[in-house]
């Protein structure tokens, strides 16, 4: 992402800080974006309407359509130095209507709010969050309701030690991405490398085995790998981070640590039984973050939605 030309703003008609909107025209103030301000609603009872013809149920969805579609209107015309445009469907999914405007459309990021625990102040996490986070092929941010402040973490989350090629491009789109969201937020880059502790079993069966060298063999490779992928991007030294541990314990930690307002990272986007079954690393990460996240795919991704 070297440019953001067109945002959809997912905009949630049951609160009242419109949390997408706010990010995406603090993002299209600075990047001259246009934005698409879209709503998915759906009210079963109209379906369920058997005295009415099909016609009346027709032209009744058309009146609900035609009123969301003034209230957006409302809400985005006191933003007059912002590009917008609206859009309200009728779909009993809205992951999947936001899906189909992605990929029907040519959007560079789809911005969407997230709901927040009054008690515990988390960031809470709906499963249209997550079928977007599995499914949707454009850059996804989920934000919290928050500012952005000048000088602010952004957090480049990456895999730096892979020799897998798709894990590699993934690294240069995160830390890409995450250094454009950086330069136009204001905000410093810093970059985040998690690696795995010895395994417990091969001390075990094996009793030559040196668990303290291994282990500083890997966390050597891990950080050569990651001041290698820190020098191509230009990032300081001190704003790296290694640390051994699970990425879902070092990544929510290290943002902790620096208070970051973004963190940025890869999605496999695995679906199905597999992805019930085995779960999915970054999925793990994102839910014990507790800022806003940018979700990237792979390049040549294609979602379940465009088969």
Not at 109 to 129: M, R, W, Y
Not at 194 to 209: H, L, M, R, W
Not at 232 to 257: C, F, M, N, W
Not at 291 to 302: E, F, I, M, R, S
């Amino acid at each position: 992402m070297d440019k953001i030309k067109r945002i959809l703003a997912v905009v949630d008609p049951t609160v009242e800080q419109q949390q997408s909107l706010s990010r995406s025209i603090e993002l299209a103030r600075k990047s001259g974006a246009q934005i698409t301000a879209f709503l998915s609603i759906y009210d079963f009872s109209y379906e369920m309407t058997t005295m009415l013809s099909a016609e009346e149920r027709e032209a009744m969805r058309k009146a609900v359509l035609s009123e969301k579609e003034q209230w957006l209107k409302t809400l985005t015309h006191q933003y007059q130095d912002v590009q917008f445009d609206t859009k309200v469907v009728w779909h009993n999914r809205p992951f999947e209507a936001i899906i189909r405007e992605v990929l029907g459309h040519d959007y560079d990021l789809v911005v969407k709010g997230t709901h927040q625990h009054d008690t515990l102040k988390s960031v809470i996490f709906t499963p249209t969050d997550w079928h977007l986070i599995r499914k949707c092929p454009a850059p996804l941010l989920l934000v919290k309701d928050h500012n952005w402040p000048v000088g602010g973490a952004v957090v480049a989350a990456v895999n730096a030690s892979s020799d897998d090629e798709q894990h590699q491009a993934l690294n240069q789109r995160i830390v890409q991405d995450a250094k454009f969201i950086a330069q136009l937020a204001q905000g410093d880059l810093h970059l985040v490398n998690a690696y795995p502790a010895t395994p417990v079993n091969i001390a075990i069966e094996i009793p030559e085995f040196n668990p303290s060298q291994y282990n500083e063999t890997v966390k050597e490779h891990h950080l050569n790998s990651t001041r290698e992928l820190g020098a191509q991007h230009g990032i300081a030294t001190h704003h790296q981070h290694v640390e051994e541990g699970l990425p879902e314990d070092v990544i929510p930690r290290i943002a902790k640590k620096l208070d970051s307002e973004l963190v940025v990272m890869g999605t496999v986007g695995r679906t199905g039984l597999s992805a019930a079954l085995v779960g999915n690393t970054a999925e793990h990460v994102i839910d014990s973050l507790d800022c806003d996240v940018l979700a990237l795919k792979p390049d040549g991704y294609h979602s379940p939605l465009e088969d």
